[in-house]
């Protein structure tokens, strides 16, 4: 079982639907990222969190670190966040920022 | 800014040979990190360095080789090339503890 893991892994859905993308985790951990890979293959960091909430424009990132649980939403989603969304975590005794990386959720939204 | 710059973008060796895929950053980061990514699988961490000098294997090291001879500079070598090297590489580097990892746009490297 990996430590990280997303659903769902692959997501279609129409523009305007409201996306909800889950990360469970086995380990402790110190901080949680949820980054966005583009068609053309560029990664780029959404959040950093280690509790509660952050909102960044349409972007919602939640995290429960009793239940090991976060999720990433989308309001009013558009054709261009059509990307794969990638959880991440550093583990909390980790002293050299690795990351262990969760598969990636695959979303398409439609016009 | 450049942030994070790879080369090559696209690389195409015959088994055997070897090759050099640069990275580079101005932003004066400490941390550098190396990954492949292959299809429809996350990231896996190939060497990663905490500064000039400083190396340490990943998850998936064999096969690979880096060095850090300067802040800026983190170049990962493949000394004898094999199909199963086929991948997407990325390049990242991370600034202070509380600050996320910047990527560069990765580099497309098939091993025939």
């Known amino acids: 079982k990996n430590e990280v893991e997303q659903s769902p892994q692959n997501l279609t859905a129409q523009e305007g639907e409201f996306i909800t993308i889950n990360c469970s985790y086995s380990v402790g951990i110190s901080a949680l990222h949820w980054l966005q890979q583009h068609p053309g293959g560029g990664i780029v960091s959404l959040f950093m969190?280690?509790?509660?909430?952050k909102k960044h424009g349409r972007l919602i990132a939640t995290i429960n670190i009793q239940e090991k649980h976060s999720s990433l939403h989308i309001t009013a989603s558009h054709p261009r966040d059509s990307a794969v969304y990638i959880c991440a975590v550093r583990a909390a005794m980790d002293s050299n920022y690795q990351l262990i990386w969760g598969a990636g959720t695959k979303l398409i939204i439609k016009p | 800014n450049a942030g994070v710059t790879q080369t090559p973008k696209f690389r195409i060796l015959k088994i055997g040979q070897s090759m050099t895929l640069q990275c580079a950053q101005d932003?004066?980061?400490?941390?550098m990190y190396w990954y492949r990514q292959d299809p429809g699988m996350g990231l896996k961490l190939i060497y990663y360095?905490?500064?000039?000098?400083?190396?340490d294997k990943g998850e998936v090291p064999n096969g690979y080789n880096v060095s850090r001879s300067t802040t800026e500079d983190f170049p990962l070598r493949l000394e004898l090339a094999a199909p199963s090297q086929t991948s997407v590489y990325f390049c990242?580097?991370?600034?202070?503890?509380?600050?996320?990892?910047?990527f560069g746009d990765g580099t497309r490297l098939s091993i025939l």
């Open positions: 932003m004066n980061h400490n941390y």
């Open positions: 360095s905490v500064g000039a000098g400083i190396t």
């Open positions: 990242a580097s991370r600034g202070p503890i509380n600050q996320p990892q910047h």
């Open positions: 969190l280690s509790s509660g909430k």
